[in-house]
């Protein structure tokens, strides 16, 4: 098997299949030997288990995901690189790939039909451009997956795993902690991938929730998360002044639905924790009718 972290057979191999790092894929390969059996123990798949990878790239990680997995099923989107990983991955008879965008594949589809009843996790190196619309299209849909650990920019990192309630929380981390238990594992540095990137990166995980740990009123997932979005698309105003302003309500019937849910009027929004959301959900639906 070649050596796929070796700077020259990467080089090589790029140049006997005519292929060009993409900046437009957001392609960086993985040169530090010692990342990605950290990623892929990291992720706890093992016998009996079945890996999702998205964008295997020269099948760094895919190798080391294919040496513990009863099978890897790898997404990529880039039509230039099939020809190649058939090469790299030509010793392993536990490794599928297809070919498409992983936002518009039948993703539930390929679960079922590809692992059956086994396990599954997500593992990859996404690329950081859509790390966001990856992962909330894996935890909104519900799959049928354990958890997801993936390569992320560290600022991304931090913003994900963030907990509700905290300076460092955004809207994505309440929609993280909505569905999993969020942790970062390790950094990883520029100069561990080729071509070295300018920024920082880390490992997270994610533990899917089997249920989710808080409910909002009537049910009403997508109004919890239009109120936190609309919360912190003004995040230097108090909540009540950017949700009247980002759903179009009067803000005295904000104000009013947060001290009927017991809530300071002047709080931020990243001060208010996920139930306090459902809180304020609720009141406002009540002051609303």
């Excluded at 894929?25 to 892929?40: D, E, K, L, T, W």
């Excluded at 997404?75 to 090469?87: G, N």
């Amino acid at each position: 098997m070649p050596n796929l972290t070796d700077l020259s057979t990467i080089r090589d191999l790029c140049a006997r299949y005519d292929f060009a790092l993409s900046k437009g894929f957001g392609q960086n390969f993985i040169v530090n030997p010692g990342i990605c059996p950290r990623i892929a123990e990291a992720s706890g798949i093992g016998p009996g288990w079945g890996a999702l990878e998205v964008g295997p790239g020269i099948g760094v990680l895919t190798e080391q995901l294919c040496q513990r997995a009863d099978k890897v099923v790898s997404i990529e989107v880039d039509k230039r690189l099939p020809a190649l990983l058939e090469e790299t991955m030509a010793g392993y008879d536990n490794f599928k790939l297809i070919l498409g965008d992983v936002l518009k594949v039948d993703l539930r589809t390929i679960l079922r039909e590809e692992f059956g009843d086994r396990p599954v996790a997500v593992c990859a190196n996404l690329p950081y451009y859509i790390t966001s619309p990856i992962l909330m299209r894996l935890l909104e849909e519900r799959l049928p997956i354990r958890s997801i650990t993936v390569m992320v920019q560290k600022e991304a990192a931090q913003r994900l795993c963030a907990a509700p309630g905290t300076r460092e929380a955004g809207a994505i981390s309440y929609a993280v902690a909505y569905y999993a238990s969020a942790s970062q594992l390790f950094t990883v540095q520029p100069g561990s991938f080729y071509p070295a990137p300018k920024v920082t990166s880390a490992v997270i995980r994610l533990d899917i929730h089997d249920t989710s740990p808080v409910t909002p009123a009537n049910g009403d997932e997508a109004g919890l998360f239009r109120l936190i979005r609309a919360a912190f698309s003004q995040r230097r105003k108090t909540a009540a002044n950017a949700v009247a302003n980002g759903l179009g309500l009067p803000k005295a019937k904000v104000l009013a639905a947060l001290e009927a849910a017991g809530l300071d009027v002047r709080v931020r929004p990243e001060q208010l924790t996920l139930e306090e959301y459902c809180a304020f959900q609720a009141a406002l639906a009540a002051e609303m009718d």
